[in-house]
């Protein structure tokens, strides 16, 4: 059973930055590919970012790209977010997500996919 804890969300101004960070605990990270998820109230959790297990592949929605950056540190247990240039259309909860992932460079995009989620953390942009 894998437990993830999401921190670093918060309120900030249009063209601001944030970092976001998920801690694992509880299975072997470095199995597990990882994503990032946003739901904004009204509306559907979309994909926002992924990596493999390895951090050698990484996926981003179009929406973020360019702005938006997915790392992560196997001996941290933890996979980030870095969030530049925010909109306030990117006002959501955050969640992160793990996936058992068989092939070193497997991520996935499908929600439906992922095994464990955290609780989220509220990302809050003003315009």
């Known amino acids: 059973q894998v437990q993830l804890v999401e921190s670093g969300g918060g309120l900030v101004q249009a063209g601001d930055s944030l970092r976001l960070s998920c801690a694992a605990s509880g299975g072997t990270f470095s199995r597990y590919a990882m994503g990032w998820f946003r739901q904004a109230p009204g509306k559907e959790r979309e994909f926002v970012a992924a990596?493999?297990?390895?951090?050698?592949?990484?996926s981003y929605a179009d929406s973020v790209k360019g702005r938006f950056t997915i790392s992560r540190d196997n001996a941290q247990n933890t996979v980030y977010l870095q969030m530049n240039n925010l909109k306030p259309e990117d006002t959501a909860v955050y969640s992160c997500?793990?996936?058992?992932?068989?092939?070193?460079?497997?991520?996935?995009?499908?929600?439906?996919?992922?095994?464990?989620w955290g609780q989220g953390t509220q990302v809050t942009v003003s315009s």
């Open positions: 990596i493999s297990k390895s951090g050698a592949r990484t």
């Open positions: 997500a793990a996936a058992s992932a068989y092939l070193s460079g497997q991520y996935y995009i499908d929600p439906h996919k992922y095994n464990y």
